[in-house]
């Protein structure tokens, strides 16, 4: 009995001080984001000291040239954007995962291989050709462009993980579905896409985050700061030069603050998620 | 009620032929057991008979009209699957409903007959359960309630019992027998168990290497198999298949020799049945007792014997592994097939 | 009247205005403000509205050469002068000669927006550095009086001068008073000359000596100055918005080096209003642009942006002649050089920081630094490769095509397609959406790519050059193999990176999910959702903080170590500490997804196994190692293939972290790759062709991969 107490109570302590390594560096942007300087400061304390939200007032409340609210109209961007890519890049996902899981077709096999061999050339490199092909489309500047270019470039791993989940819902089910009467369509929105759950939910954070969070394409291409999206907006308190360590901290807890709030409410389903294609074995 | 007729039905995966050429026709009100070792193509006839398989050449004929294009949910069939099937993220009242959702069925009308099925089956206090706050039993009645509910004209099960225990198989079985005597539908049912296709069939059609092997009533397939595999695989335990040639009025086979009967000459195999066969001190065929399955008062012995293998029955007495024993058949007992065992060439009277 | 006449023109040309002009900038704060009020004045005097864009400074630049040739960019865009050059041979720039009145602006600001016998733009503001003295310290005018004065100035901890040594914007006049010409005889930069190392030594014996700090960030100068801690900062005029008003100083010319008696020379920078060569209304632009530069829109760029204006007539403005700062900066200016706007000049910056990192930091002799830059030198600008014919290059591949195509139609044998595909109608119709986009957005750029790396791209210009850059990527032609620029090297530290980050992945993640299995902890979902915390925070804002807290001066870890006892660790000078540093970065990121694929593999493992084996006598450890480590294989190696792939490519923590210091050690293979695409003269096929070869490496891995984990399951 006392054996286990002790183990336990070493269990919390060791568990406790990785907690704190791992929370520490965010304490710092709370901290940086609500002391009053622009700087860092030599300090081991990752609380802050003096508490102002005026870095917040700044980020919040910044505005353009016509007076217009930045930050109001960059956050819609942004929601815009990365909901537009979910939707977009799962739906678009869904289907491809869901025959290449079940269907025997030409191709299907090299397909799988080239979704995956995409992922292994750097994005960034992709820039180039990408910037012409989108003017040649004529969604330079474009909000659409920017959804198209976030939803297939995700697809690869979006496709792979619910092409996994897929293989582990039992044909049967699907087949006792025809046999009740459902059409091929039927089946797949009745039976496997509840089933798929988890996976779904998973993919859809994947895809938000991913879209929530980048700025490299959406600073290349986009060319209004109204319809810049948060992290391109951030950026300039980032500077080569010169960081706007407070404005960066609150801006990027800002930002953050929504995706976390999402990943907590589907963390959940990250276990079964994730693991249940790899696990069926 | 509805006939099925299958005309040289033909199947296969890659360069694998899983059903060569089958000729099968089922009548109305009928109940069908297709029975047959695994991967005979018995599973994979039905699923054709369903429409979730298209066959490769052949047709299939439900009431009279060739269903070969149409898709399962205009077949007018319903299935019980092995695993059951029972969609996990539904209660077991959607589960039940989701087929007469499907076609669009009066909610009044889907809750009667969702009310009748559960009163059938005794689903009453589980209607709101998920199937995984089911037990092995509750879910094998919902997966069988699911089909009840949309009264096809033709019920197919693949192996719906294998998955049960001993105890609950031959309830589901009198159940089974029951439904079908209640609701008078064509049912089909595929097994591996020779057991079941005794006990629930009207006819069985036995498969073997994706060919059917015979059709016919229960005990008339055991009591004249048309070759060596039915033979074998009916019957528990199976028949004693041993080698022999014919010389004069005695079959000689290695160690034994038996009677003659019938007019088939040459090498042939006799069948005798361990049911046919009596353990005791003297008999044609003589061997070691090499492992006993006692039933109770009766039982039967296995003898290695110098042609094989052979099992028979005793009475009481006490019979001991190691033991050298004879056999004595119990009358007109010998089946005689031809020495492939493609054919049988007698069968006792 | 000057300003009357204009509006006339204006009016004249095009009455109805059409589309707005777009005008993009780097500005921030001030000087944002000032160019917003001057864009409404024009608009009001003109009737031409003119829409801004503010874009991060460092990202200006490539989005002004990617936007402006595809016609999405600004009509006038602000921009210092050192790359006209480049813009001009992109073509992105228009001449403002004919509007141009030079006598108009300080002479040197004119001359820095000259190129071949044409005016680019129209010059704003100018930038120099100049040397920034606390009140009631002498000011010193030579080096020689520079140190007598210093060593009463500094103590432990506090300074005489500071200045950001290790940028050679900043040593750049140091090194010309010292003699040092950029420029060989033949034009070409040139890095081994006694300039070099006798103005690298000077420095370095001040910093040996402690009269200044090591290791200097702008952060760091502000502070010390600010705190009094440094008497005399050299800096530009942005320096003067971050004194804090307590802090008395005058600003001077930097001193005349000793030595040779000649002045330090500081760069001069100029800010200008250049007109886009694709521009729909160039009257317009050509006015804007030009109406930025003079008058009023200067005198609101001085006061309210602190602006030092190229405008002559401004200094004669009341408000701006009252600018104590303003007339000293002009003073200053008078011996500065303009930064040359020639490609060359491009080309210098990235030697000579390493040079100067290398001697400041890494303790290499100065006499030395100076072959060092040349070699980075050489390594960076390599010749254009010749060019060839692609014809050979065709054929081979369209042979290689129709032998595909063959073998295909040989292998499909003679099964029908119906056959061999029933589904493939149904199939091909839930895939067509995706694969169409995937083609368009993915495939297609993948393929350019791949064929870019085929050619050599030079100011838009793209020639066919066959395998050269392949060529001189892998014989390592230029540097050699044990050097960062290296290919061979890059790939070691690459491997390294990706291995460390895989092996602590998941080492750490299946210790924590071990951990958190303990049936009997009770605040196992707490832990679990905080632990899960880095990978729900944005990758650049913790990379950008982790950057931060291993600051040498300002950052929490060396304050950590403090309290420990330990002398702080300069994490960037090192390879080792700088690789540790991206490597704990990454880790601290990437442990929680390995964390979340092992608690769900390890719940997929049946406890009665574990009975079982307890039964059998194993103990804790021989379990883990039978029962729990081969059943979680199958889980844990498809993550740590997708994770190494990920790792590999892993370019946001590397170039936000270490940027690849100390002189490009830590860079990985695709950093490295993004600095020749888009750092190092846009070489895009060089880029390409470093793309093309860690795409090699990634396949064969997965190849191998794909045999292991096959295998096993065989």
């Given at each position: 009995m006392?054996?286990t ?10 568990l406790?001080l990785?907690c704190?390594a ?9 901290k ?13 304390n ?7 939200f ?7 409340g910044?505005t353009?040239a016509q007076?217009?609210?930045?930050f ?11 909901g ?8 678009l ?7 290449l899981?079940?269907f025997?077709?030409?191709g299907k096999?090299?397909g ?10 750097p ?12 003017q ?8 659409g462009?920017?959804?198209l270019?976030y ?13 996994g989940y897929?293989d ?6 699907e ?6 009467g459902?059409?091929h369509?039927?089946v797949?929105v009745?039976?496997?896409?509840p089933l798929?759950?988890p ?5 859809a954070l ?5 879209a ?11 060319n209004?700061?109204t319809?810049?999206t948060?992290?391109?907006a ?16 609150a ?10 709030a ?5 963390q959940?389903?990250?276990?079964g ?7 069926k074995? | ?5 299958l ?18 026709e089922?009548k ?14 018995k599973t994979?006839l ?5 429409g979730?398989?298209?066959?490769d ?10 269903m070969?294009?149409?898709p399962p ?7 019980v699957f092995q ?5 996990p ?7 039940l ?17 969702v009310?009748?099925?559960a009163?059938?089956l005794?689903l009453g ?5 998920k ?20 009264r ?25 027998a ?6 008078g ?17 009207s006819?069985v ?14 005990l008339?397939?055991?009591?004249r ?5 039915v033979a ?10 041993l ?6 009025a005695q079959f000689?086979?290695a160690?034994?020799?038996l009677n ?5 000459t ?8 361990p ?15 090499e ?13 290695k014997?110098?042609a094989?293998?052979?099992?028979a029955?005793?009475?009481g007495g006490d019979v001991?592994?190691?033991?050298s024993v004879?056999?004595?058949p119990t009358?007109d ?17 | 009247?000057t300003s009357?006449?204009?509006?006339l023109v204006?009016?004249?040309?095009n009455v109805?205005?059409a ?6 900038h ?9 160019i917003?009020?001057?864009a409404k004045q024009?608009t ?10 503010a ?9 002004l050469?990617?936007?402006i040739?595809h ?5 006038v865009?602000?921009?210092a002068?050192e790359r006209?050059?480049?813009f001009?041979?992109?073509k ?6 004919t509007s141009?009145d030079?006598s108009k ?7 820095a927006?000259?190129l071949?016998?044409e005016f ?8 120099c ?11 010193p005018?030579?080096?020689d009086?520079l140190e007598?004065t210093?060593?009463s100035?500094?103590a432990?901890?506090t300074?005489?001068?500071?200045w ?9 006049p140091?090194?010309m008073?010292?003699g ?13 000359t006694p300039a070099?190392s ?10 040996d ?5 090591q ?15 440094a ?11 971050e004194i ?12 005349t080096v000793?030595?040779?008696?000649r002045?330090?020379s ?9 007109v ?14 030009k109406?930025?530069?003079l008058?009023p ?9 602190r602006?030092?204006?190229?405008e002559?007539?401004?200094?004669d403005?009341p408000?701006?002649?009252a600018d ?12 500065a050089?303009p930064?040359?706007?020639?490609l060359?000049?491009?080309?210098v910056w ?15 002799p100065?006499?030395e630094?100076?072959a060092l ?6 390594a ?12 050979p ?10 032998g595909f195509i ?10 029908t397609?119906a ?12 895939v ?15 393929v350019?790519?791949l064929?870019?790396?085929l050619f050599?791209h ?22 050699r193999i ?20 895989v ?5 750490i ?11 009997l ?14 990978w729900?925070v944005?990758?650049?804002i913790t990379a950008l903080?982790w950057?931060?807290?291993?600051h040498r001066q300002?950052?929490a ?10 002398e ?31 608690l769900?593999?390890l ?9 079982a084996a307890e039964v059998d ?8 190692r039978?029962?729990t ?6 889980a844990?190696?498809?993550a ?7 790792t ?11 940027g690849?210091e100390?002189g490009?050690g830590t860079?990985i293979?695709?950093?490295?790759a993004?600095?020749?695409a888009?750092?190092?003269n846009?070489?895009y ?11 090699c490496?990634?396949f ?15």
């Amino acid at each position: 009995m006392n054996a286990t107490r002790w183990k336990l109570f070493a269990l919390n302590a060791g568990l406790s001080l990785v907690c704190v390594a791992t929370l520490y560096p965010v304490l710092w942007v709370v901290k940086l984001a609500l002391s009053p300087t622009q700087t860092l400061s030599m300090s081991a304390n990752p609380f802050p000291e003096a508490i102002t939200f005026e870095h917040f007032r700044d980020v919040l409340g910044s505005t353009d040239a016509q007076g217009r609210w930045l930050f109001g109209r960059q956050l819609l961007s942004s929601l815009v954007v990365s909901g537009a890519t979910t939707v977009v890049g799962l739906s678009l996902a869904v289907t491809a995962a869901y025959a290449l899981s079940r269907f025997r077709f030409p191709g299907k096999d090299s397909g799988m291989q080239l979704l995956l061999v995409t992922q292994m050339f750097p994005a960034t490199l992709m820039l180039v050709p990408l910037y012409s092909l989108l003017q040649l489309l004529g969604l330079l500047d474009s909000i659409g462009g920017l959804v198209l270019v976030y939803a297939t470039s995700s697809l690869p791993f979006c496709v792979w993980m619910l092409k996994g989940y897929f293989d582990t819902i039992p044909r049967e089910l699907e087949e006792a579905a025809l046999m009740d009467g459902a059409s091929h369509w039927q089946v797949f929105v009745k039976i496997v896409l509840p089933l798929a759950r988890p996976a779904l939910a998973v993919t859809a954070l994947f895809s938000f985050m991913q879209a929530w969070n980048e700025f490299i394409l959406a600073a290349t291409l986009l060319n209004d700061a109204t319809r810049f999206t948060l992290p391109v907006a951030l950026q300039r308190y980032v500077g080569e030069y010169k960081t706007e360590w407070g404005h960066f901290a609150a801006g990027a807890l800002l930002i953050s603050a929504p995706v976390m709030a999402l990943f907590f409410a589907l963390q959940r389903f990250l276990v079964g998620g994730l693991t249940a294609g790899a696990v069926k074995g | 009620m509805s006939d099925v007729r299958l005309v040289g039905i033909k199947k296969s995966f890659g360069d694998n032929a899983i059903v060569k050429g089958v000729d099968l026709e089922v009548k109305a009100g009928e109940f069908l057991v297709m029975v047959g070792p695994s991967g005979c193509g018995k599973t994979t006839l039905l699923r054709i008979i369903a429409g979730l398989e298209s066959a490769d050449s052949g047709d299939v004929v439900l009431s009279g009209q060739r269903m070969n294009d149409v898709p399962p949910r205009e077949r007018d069939v319903g299935m019980v699957f092995q695993s059951y099937a029972l969609y996990p993220h539904m209660t077991v009242r959607e589960n039940l409903a989701f087929g007469l959702e499907l076609r669009k069925l009066p909610r009044a009308d889907i809750d009667a007959r969702v009310a009748e099925a559960a009163r059938m089956l005794e689903l009453g206090p589980l209607l709101d359960r998920k199937p995984k706050a089911l037990s092995g039993g509750q879910r094998q009645r919902v997966a069988m309630g699911r089909v009840i509910v949309r009264r096809p004209k033709l019920f197919l099960f693949d192996e719906p019992l294998s998955n049960l225990d001993t105890a609950l198989r031959v309830q589901m079985r009198g159940e089974l027998a029951r439904l079908h005597r209640q609701l008078g539908v064509t049912m089909i049912y595929v097994t591996h168990d020779q057991v079941e296709a005794m006990t629930l069939a009207s006819r069985v059609a036995v498969f073997n290497k994706g060919v059917l092997q015979q059709l016919g009533a229960p005990l008339e397939l055991y009591h004249r198999p048309q070759n060596a595999f039915v033979a074998q695989f009916l019957g528990s335990p199976s028949m004693n298949l041993l080698d022999v040639r014919r010389e004069g009025a005695q079959f000689i086979g290695a160690g034994f020799t038996l009677n003659a009967v019938g007019d088939a000459t040459g090498d042939v195999k006799v069948g005798l049945r361990p049911q046919d066969l009596r353990v005791s001190a003297e008999g044609p065929i003589r061997g070691e007792v090499e492992a006993v399955e006692r039933l109770g008062f009766d039982g039967y012995a296995f003898l290695k014997t110098a042609a094989g293998p052979v099992a028979a029955r005793f009475e009481g007495g006490d019979v001991q592994v190691g033991q050298s024993v004879a056999v004595q058949p119990t009358g007109d007992v010998v089946h005689v097939f031809t020495a492939d065992g493609a054919r049988a060439l007698r069968h006792p009277a | 009247m000057t300003s009357f006449a204009r509006v006339l023109v204006l009016l004249l040309a095009n009455v109805a205005a059409a589309a707005p002009l777009k005008l993009w900038h780097g500005y921030r704060g001030g000087e944002e403000e000032a160019i917003e009020r001057i864009a409404k004045q024009f608009t009001k005097e003109t009737g031409v509205e003119v829409e801004l864009l503010a874009v991060p400074y460092d990202a200006l630049s490539s989005k002004l050469t990617s936007a402006i040739p595809h016609d999405a960019g600004p009509d006038v865009f602000i921009f210092a002068h050192e790359r006209l050059r480049q813009f001009h041979r992109m073509k992105i720039v228009a001449p403002s000669t004919t509007s141009l009145d030079a006598s108009k602006y300080l002479a040197p600001s004119v001359t820095a927006l000259k190129l071949d016998d044409e005016f680019y733009g129209y010059p704003l503001s100018i930038k120099c550095l100049a040397l920034f003295v606390r009140e009631g310290i002498a000011v010193p005018t030579s080096t020689d009086e520079l140190e007598r004065t210093l060593p009463s100035l500094s103590a432990p901890n506090t300074f005489g001068i500071a200045w950001e040594a290790g940028d050679f914007y900043f040593h750049a006049p140091i090194f010309m008073g010292f003699g040092g010409e950029l420029f060989g005889p033949d034009g070409r930069a040139q890095f081994d000359t006694p300039a070099m190392s006798r103005s690298l030594s000077w420095v370095k014996s001040l910093q040996d000596r402690q009269l200044m700090p090591q290791e200097v960030s702008g952060a760091l100068v502000k502070t010390l100055f600010n705190d009094r801690r440094a008497a005399m900062v050299i800096s530009g005029p942005w320096f003067a918005g971050e004194i804090e008003p307590s802090v008395q100083y005058s600003v001077h010319p930097l001193p005349t080096v000793s030595e040779t008696g000649r002045p330090m020379s500081p760069f001069l920078g100029v800010e200008a209003a250049f007109v886009s060569s694709r521009t729909t209304q160039p009257q317009h632009a050509q006015a804007l642009a030009k109406y930025l530069s003079l008058g009023p829109a200067t005198v609101t760029r001085v006061t309210l942006g602190r602006q030092i204006p190229a405008e002559l007539a401004a200094y004669d403005d009341p408000a701006v002649a009252a600018d104590s700062l303003v007339s000293a900066f002009r003073t200053v200016a008078q011996n500065a050089t303009p930064t040359p706007n020639t490609l060359e000049m491009a080309r210098v910056w990235e030697p000579m920081k390493l040079a100067l990192k290398a001697v400041l930091q890494g303790g290499v002799p100065p006499a030395e630094a100076g072959a060092l830059a040349d070699r980075r030198y050489r390594a960076l600008n390599r010749d254009a490769p010749p060019e060839t014919s692609p014809l050979p290059w065709l054929i081979a591949l369209s042979l290689g095509a129709i032998g595909f195509i063959a073998w295909r139609r040989r292998k499909s044998g003679n099964t029908t397609f119906a056959k061999r595909y029933p589904e493939a109608r149904r199939g091909l119709a839930y895939v067509a959406p995706a694969a169409l986009g995937l083609l368009v957005l993915v495939v297609v750029p993948f393929v350019i790519g791949l064929s870019l790396s085929l050619f050599h791209h030079d100011a838009g210009e793209y020639t066919f050059v066959g395998a050269a850059n392949f060529v001189d990527i892998l014989t390592s032609r230029g540097y050699r193999i044990t050097e960062p620029l290296s290919f061979y090297f890059t790939l070691v530290v690459t491997l390294l990176w990706t291995a460390a980050n895989v092996v602590l992945h998941v080492g750490i993640g299946l210790f924590l999910a071990i951990l958190l299995k303990e049936p009997l902890l009770k605040l196992r979902g707490v832990y679990r959702v905080l632990l899960i915390v880095p990978w729900a925070v944005p990758n650049y804002i913790t990379a950008l903080m982790w950057k931060g807290m291993f600051h040498r001066q300002f950052g929490a870890i060396n304050a950590i170590l403090g309290e420990l006892g330990i002398e702080p660790v300069s994490w960037f000078t090192q390879w080792s500490t700088a690789f540790a540093a991206n490597v704990i970065t990454n880790t601290w990121l990437g442990f929680p997804f390995m964390m979340v694929v092992s608690l769900g593999a390890l719940q997929s493992i049946p406890a009665d196994l574990y009975e079982a084996a307890e039964v059998d006598g194993a103990s804790k450890w021989t379990q883990f190692r039978r029962i729990t480590l081969p059943l979680l294989r199958p889980a844990l190696l498809p993550a740590m293939i997708l994770g190494s792939v990920w790792t590999f490519n892993m370019f946001n923590i590397i170039w936000l972290v270490s940027g690849g210091e100390p002189g490009g050690g830590t860079d990985i293979l695709v950093s490295e790759a993004f600095r020749w695409a888009f750092q190092r003269n846009e070489q895009y096929g060089f880029a390409a062709a470093y793309s093309v070869l860690i795409f090699c490496v990634l396949f064969v891995w997965s190849q191998l991969t794909k045999r292991i984990s096959g295998e096993e399951s065989s």
